[in-house]
């Protein structure tokens, strides 16, 4: 499985004859900079990757000294963006290419470095079968009315619309809620799913009804340096009134804003969490507000609400992060268990309240693993 990212290449590699769970990981990680190979159980080492194709040769080379005359059986890849046309998996072909590179411009961060890793697996792999899973797809469910911005109806039909994003991460915990927490998994659950990208997602009986990000991975709560919902008019005074141009206007959205940009000091929890500088925790205490506002609004398209489920790398690991949200959300009905909450759960809070909240770590790869397994042999 790949997942490419703007300077990095993950990698996982699963056996078709066990159940499902990765043998290795590893990636290449600051492509075009200093780029280094890393896997499990091996030293760092600095290789030649001046894009992401270059990086997939790299861990394709390694792979192919482990397996020999032996070829992967399929790969499987995260693509950030599958527009209105995939709610579901698909094996790659021309068609699936040729569509994935016009929706490019809604995601020119991220579709053309998973777009460089797919060539790169047919130039050296042609044999091999590809299977693209999409982060948009798993909100295909949504009513029209959560896909829609108060626009001319002409520009919806073409494109400008809500898509919703972390999708596959969604699927994870849609997947393990009748195992983990069987009383809501049914119901009607907030999920948060809170890395160095943030959003959250209203689901009910495990389908998505409403999500935070929008058109693009830039709207909804502030994450590690991305600046979330954001009044458009700020663009345009940037530009106008501050002579900014469109790609200094994307560089402050998306890389310098955000916990960094609130805290000046880093986009990372962790060394939030352990400053003493006020500003720090002023960008954790907008970051904890903000998500449980969403929390509030996602209500809404609920119509009520059984359980909030933190995820992902802070909101499985940020106990106090975990904390702070669940504060605003008394109201609600959220009544925390400290020691459960610093224990990271799976149950994080009281009995005999109105709303539960839980830890579920997600686990993205097992859903793209899953859908190579059924999708590779169609």
Known sequence: MLNAGSSSLKFSVFPTRSPLGPSVHGLVD?????????????????????????????????LERQLGAARPVAVGHRVVHGGWHYA??????????????????????????????????????????????????????????????????ALHDGGVRRYGFHGISYQSIADRLPAVAPEIADGRVVVAHLGNGASLCAMRARRSVDTTMSFS??????????VGDL?????????????????????????????????????????????????ARLALDCFAYRIAREVGALAVSLGGLDGLVFTAGIGANAAPVRAAVCEHLGWLGVVLDADANERHGPRISADG??????????????????????????
């Open 353 to 378: 309240g109105a709303v539960s909240a839980w830890v579920i770590p997600t686990d993205e790869e097992a859903v793209i693993a899953a859908a190579v397994r059924r999708l590779a042999h169609t």
């Open 217 to 226: 991975a830039l709207d909804g709560v502030p994450m590690g340096t991305r």
């Open 88 to 153: 579901d998996p698909v094996r790659v072909d021309d068609g699936v290419m040729a569509l994935l590179e016009s929706l490019v411009p809604l995601a020119p961060l991220h579709q053309p470095q998973e777009l460089a890793a797919i060539r790169a697996v047919t130039t050296r792999w042609p044999e091999v079968p590809q299977i693209v899973c999409f982060d948009t797809a798993y909100h295909r469910s949504r009513p029209e009315i959560a896909t829609m911005f108060a626009l001319p109806r």
């Open 30 to 62: 600051g492509i075009g900079v200093q780029p280094r190979f890393r896997v499990a159980g091996e030293p760092a080492a600095t290789v030649e990757a001046a894009d992401h194709g270059g990086a997939f040769h790299v861990v394709a080379a390694w």
């Open 231 to 279: 009044d458009p008019a700020v663009v345009l005074y940037l530009q106008q009134a501050r002579g900014m141009t469109v790609a200094e206007v994307q560089a402050l959205l998306y890389t310098q804003s955000g916990l960094l940009g609130l805290s000046g000091i880093s986009s990372d929890v962790r060394v939030l969490l352990a400053s003493g500088d006020p500003r």
